[in-house]
T-cell receptor, first 114, second 116 residues
Framework: DSGVTQTPKHLITATGQRVTLRCSPR?????VYWYQQSLDQGLQFLIQ???????AKGNILERFSAQQFPDLHSELNLSSLELGDSALYFC?????????????FGQGTRLTVV | GENVEQHPSTLSVQEGDSAVIKCTYS??????FPWYKQELGKRPQLIID?????GEKKDQRIAVTLNKTAKHFSLHITETQPEDSAVYFC???????????????FGKGTHLIIQP
């Protein structure tokens, strides 16, 4: 167990809908990272928050947004869902602001868009 | 942005033999290179990492080498065992658009198969 908790584990929704994925980082970790894993694109960095503030953006679509709350949990919001958004979404956390130390991954949320 | 290439995509070795996975990166500013192991349906887990001020690092049967001039790094697993079967990802740190912090750019992964 990495100490990073993601909910829900599985999510099935229809095209055009909006979903929210939730992540609780390890105790003491201030950074939260979101990654998308799909068969064709592999593991892709989406966005990072550190202590409530956005720190880095990767290949995140405009239809996607995230935030980190004062208690340090984070939510990834995916809207106007398309079939191609079906993927495994991972959250990771680390103690440092930059990802130069071990990042601990949660078990992931498997999103299926039908 | 950073681009990480990983080879091979699939590697099959006999139990007890060594396995080598190679990665190249494009951004000379990258300075952190972790390797993650992912078993089917599980989360990625860090197995070893190396920073740009070090050329080689070893942890029991696992070693990583880094050549900053050539911008490539490799994972070496010796005396392979059945439990080493998994997908291995290399990664490099990138400077995010926020300027101050980094995400990781991952390679496409190598499916390592250990034949009994």
């Amino acid at each position: 167990d990495s100490g990073v908790t993601q909910t829900p584990k599985h999510l099935i929704t229809a095209t055009g809908q909006r979903v929210t994925l939730r992540c609780s980082p390890r105790s003491g970790d201030l950074s939260v990272y979101w990654y998308q894993q799909s068969l064709d694109q592999g593991l892709q960095f989406l966005i990072q928050y550190y202590n409530g503030e956005e720190r880095a953006k990767g290949n995140i679509l405009e239809r996607f947004s995230a935030q980190q709350f004062p208690d340090l949990h984070s939510e990834l919001n995916l809207s106007s869902l398309e079939l191609g958004d079906s993927a495994l979404y991972f959250c990771a956390s680390s103690v440092t602001e930059g990802q130069h130390t071990e990042a601990f991954f949660g078990q992931g949320t498997r999103l299926t868009v039908v | 942005g950073e681009n990480v290439e990983q080879h091979p995509s699939t590697l099959s070795v006999q139990e007890g033999d060594s396995a080598v996975i190679k990665c190249t990166y494009s951004d000379s500013a990258s300075n952190y290179f972790p390797w993650y192991k992912q078993e089917l349906g599980k989360r990625p887990q860090l197995i070893i990492d190396i920073r740009s001020n070090v050329g080689e690092k070893k942890d029991q049967r696992i070693a990583v080498t880094l050549n900053k001039t050539a911008k490539h790094f490799s994972l070496h697993i010796t005396e392979t065992q059945p439990e080493d079967s998994a997908v291995y990802f290399c990664a490099a740190s990138i400077r995010g658009s926020g300027g101050g912090a980094d995400g990781l750019t991952f390679g496409k992964g190598t499916h390592l198969i250990i034949q009994p």
